[in-house]
């Protein structure tokens, strides 16, 4: 079975971008499929299938300026039917090296994003004080946001409390998880009480 759709210019190129520098062929790239009724089009949950890309129109459509693209999928148990609606999403290669980060981490301004980098060697024993790191972002893959550039790998950044951040303003590092942005417990640690208790 195949799933006909459309991807604007820029999402072709930079799907066509990414696969470069991963190594690989765009043809074949991955690209998970779902039923057009799903409610949250963003949850990997209501994208079950997994169709390869397997045909690219030569040209923009004149209407939508959009390239037309076909994935080839297995459909075993019929899931689909021929004339359903479906959701599909563009999943990018990400090597091995590849930093990502919250969205909610990231500070865009009128040209730029940016993140609150802390420095080196600093510790919750004392507070530090953030730096503006600029960076440039790629794709989102699995809920996070890529760093193509402006990042290493076991850099830390500030994920929480970012209206309160300034240059000059001491912080105090306290490790997170960078997908629900919650601090992580130590372990043994009691755990935290509501506000004002």
Not at 96 to 110: E, F, G, P
């Amino acid at each position: 079975m195949y799933v006909d759709f459309e991807a604007g210019e820029q999402t072709y190129l930079q799907l066509v971008e990414q696969n470069l520098a991963a190594g690989k062929s765009l043809m074949g790239a991955k690209v998970a499929v779902g039923l057009a009724t799903a409610e949250q089009a963003t949850d990997a949950d209501n994208y079950p299938l997994e169709a390869t890309l397997s045909a690219v129109d030569n040209r923009l459509g004149n209407a939508t300026g959009a390239l037309r693209l076909r994935a080839t999928l297995e459909n075993p148990d019929g899931t689909l039917l021929p004339g359903l609606f479906a959701r599909v999403r563009l999943t990018a290669p990400v090597s091995i090296s590849t930093v990502l980060v919250n969205d909610a981490a990231i500070v865009t301004d009128q040209t730029n994003r940016m993140v609150w980098k802390i420095p080196a060697g600093s510790s919750a024993a004392s507070p530090t004080f953030p730096q503006p790191q600029r960076i440039t972002i790629g794709a989102m893959t699995d809920g996070l946001r890529v760093v193509t550039s402006g990042l290493q790998a076991g850099d830390e950044i500030v994920v929480n409390g970012l209206m309160r951040v300034r240059p000059g303003a001491p912080v105090i590092p306290m490790p997170g998880d960078m997908r629900t942005l919650q601090p992580l417990q130590a372990a043994g640690a009691p755990s935290p009480t509501a506000q004002g208790q």
